[in-house]
């Protein structure tokens, strides 16, 4: 297996920003928070960005919450001249800063009040998504911090991530919304007029069909939008090239679980095609054991063996002695021996399900993270998985 050196990659200071990638549920995360962890407290100036609305990344940061403003984690060892921030995405809040950044007061105002901006910001397909890459190059800009880690939004797919950005862009600056947005620039109620006279029985149909209100909502949103800061596809093509770029690297996260390898290798073949800079793959929840040599089959065996003497000591006459072997102490080690059984075929099927994805890519690097007893919910997990990590 070629193996993924995540020290070498966290302590390059040609690696600016790291972006966890994967389908949900398989540890993104945990994977960025230990990341930043790690980074940080061997000398790295950190920020960790994550949209993961479960709130785990402050839990285990021991901080009360994250917002849209990065806060500095306290507890962090920062002998090393490191340090690290958290924040959340809060889409709708960077939408805004967006629109406050590039309009004068009185137009921002206009755009923050319109009803079809305030559901667009909030709920729109791709937004979040969106923002989140906004967010990155805001970040990125200021040069306050020298290593950015993005956990990035629960997808299905590599596509719900990859494409949304562009896919907003589009939509803002569509020939559709061109359209609608050609009768809030003449002004005035004629707008409506000019809207049904001059565009015929499509815009007709499409007032119906939207309402007049809606469509009155999108045409003065797009036109303020347009007169303030230009289209939506240059900033997600900007965006775009930022994943692109020299210091930007992809980590793949998954389990060792036949459908989020199946993701994980649908992520690496569309960053390949995309030309995205992958790192390599992070196996979480990897299981194991020390005890190997007792086999799963001779595990059942004996299991089975014991059950039935147990059996037998339970048809005999009088009382259990207390001995070890009592019916109850051989039934008990029956069940650590069937549980042994049961983790070894865990161990063999997640074995073939990782040589199966790196037969497909052996090119691809991974490390992998052992399955822990309980979840991370502090500083101290976070070390451990950043210590796994280490050791690939």
């Known amino acids: 297996m070629n193996r993924l050196e995540i020290d070498e990659l966290i302590d390059d200071p040609g690696t600016r920003i790291l972006v966890c990638c994967g389908s949900g549920g398989v540890g993104k995360t945990t994977t960025a928070a230990a990341l930043g962890l790690r ?20 839990q285990s940061m021991g901080l009360t919450e994250l917002d849209n403003t990065p ?92 494409d949304a950005p562009q896919r907003l862009g589009s939509f803002l600056d569509g020939r559709l919304i061109r359209i609608l947005s050609a009768p809030a620039k003449v002004g005035g109620r004629g707008a409506l007029k000019f809207l049904s006279a001059g ?51 992809f980590l793949v996260v ?25 790192a390599g793959l992070v196996l979480n929840r990897v299981h194991a054991t020390r005890a190997g040599r007792l086999s799963a089959e001779r595990s059942l065996a004996a299991a089975e063996a014991l059950t039935e003497q147990a059996e037998q000591g339970e048809e005999a006459d009088g009382e259990p002695d207390g001995s070890a072997s009592c019916p109850a102490d051989l039934r008990l080690v029956a069940g650590l021996l069937t549980l042994h059984a049961e983790r070894l075929r865990v161990i063999d099927r997640e ?37 796994s990590l280490g050791a690939g």
Do not use: C
């Open 39 to 58: 980074a940080a407290e061997r000398g790295r100036d950190v920020v960790v960005l994550t949209i993961d609305p479960a709130r785990r990344l402050a």
């Open 71 to 162: 806060r500095r984690v306290v507890d962090v060892d920062e002998t090393k001249g490191g340090s690290l921030h958290a924040m959340m995405l809060d889409m709708k809040r960077t939408f805004d800063e967006i629109v406050e950044q590039h309009a004068d007061p009185e137009r921002a105002q206009q755009i923050l009040d319109n009803p079809f901006y305030q559901s667009l910001s909030s709920s729109f397909a791709g937004t979040q998504e969106y923002m989140a890459m906004e967010k990155l190059g805001q970040l990125h800009a200021t040069g306050e911090w020298d290593l950015i880690v993005v956990d990035t939004p629960p997808s299905r797919s590599a596509l719900d991530f990859l």
């Open 199 to 249: 565009m015929g029985l499509m815009t007709g149909a499409l007032s119906k069909v939207v309402g007049t209100h809606l469509l009155t909502d999108i045409q003065t949103f797009v036109a303020a939008l347009d007169t303030t800061f230009g289209g939506f596809r240059k900033r997600a093509d900007a965006t775009y090239k930022l994943l692109q770029a020299r210091g930007t690297s």
């Open 254 to 278: 998954a389990a060792p679980e036949k459908d989020a390898l199946r993701e994980a290798a649908y992520f690496v073949d569309r960053l390949g095609t995309e030309r995205m800079p992958l």
């Open 351 to 387: 074995k073939r399900m990782r040589t199966r994805f790196t037969s497909i890519h052996p090119e691809v690097r991974v490390a992998e993270v052992p399955a822990l007893p309980g979840d991370v919910h502090d500083l101290d997990g976070l070390r451990v998985i950043g210590e």
